[in-house]
């Protein structure tokens, strides 16, 4: 199994720059995460799907922040327009949703940028 | 329980030596905790796992503890290895239909040779 993808795996951009981040989840996984991890905040949920459907986005920080999950296989995070407070590493995971096991599996990360 | 903050805990111990990380948590309706391993660039790798009808749970080399009396839990790690080093995190699941997890600040265990 490949485990989660992400990419691409660094991002450098520029302030009010469209930045889309990209993942692949664990095939058969039914839940997919996007969180944001900073040394002042740690590791935040933004937005978890499952079955491709938003269950919370309670997290999203504001409307610059969209997520999308057009089928099983894909999900999309999408920041219009950047800011510099923007820059963290940014992990998807996902998780099997059978009632045995909550364990999420996370992918390498996107190292993100905004000058 | 745990908050978010600046100040990374941190573990420092000798190669060979025994590691114990703990972790309080806040939700006394948390029914499963999971401990993940994060090293440098990369993203957290599941180590353990354990539910609330539960008090112990060993893996290779690792044993979680859950006391819910007082919302605590703890990682040991058995003859701690150069390649243990990393920030550790608990996680735990505020149970009902959702399987949102919430993640404490993490530990830095720092394993001198």
Known sequence: DAGVIQSPRHEVTEMGQEVTLRCKPISGHNSLFWYRQTMMRGLELLIYFNNNVPIDDSGMPEDRFSAKMPNASFSTLKIQPSEPRDSAVYFCASNPDRASTDTQYFG???????L | ?????????????????NSIINCAYSNSASDYFIWYK???????QFIIDIRSNMDKRQGQRVTVLLNKTVKHLSLQIAATQPGDSAVYFCAENYGGATNKLIFGTGTLLAVQP
């Open chain 1, 108 to 114: 390498p990360g996107t190292r993100l940028t905004v």
């Open chain 2, 1 to 17: 329980g745990e908050s978010v903050g600046l100040h990374l805990p941190t573990l420092s111990v000798q190669e060979g030596d």
């Open chain 2, 38 to 44: 994060q090293e440098s660039g990369k993203g957290p």
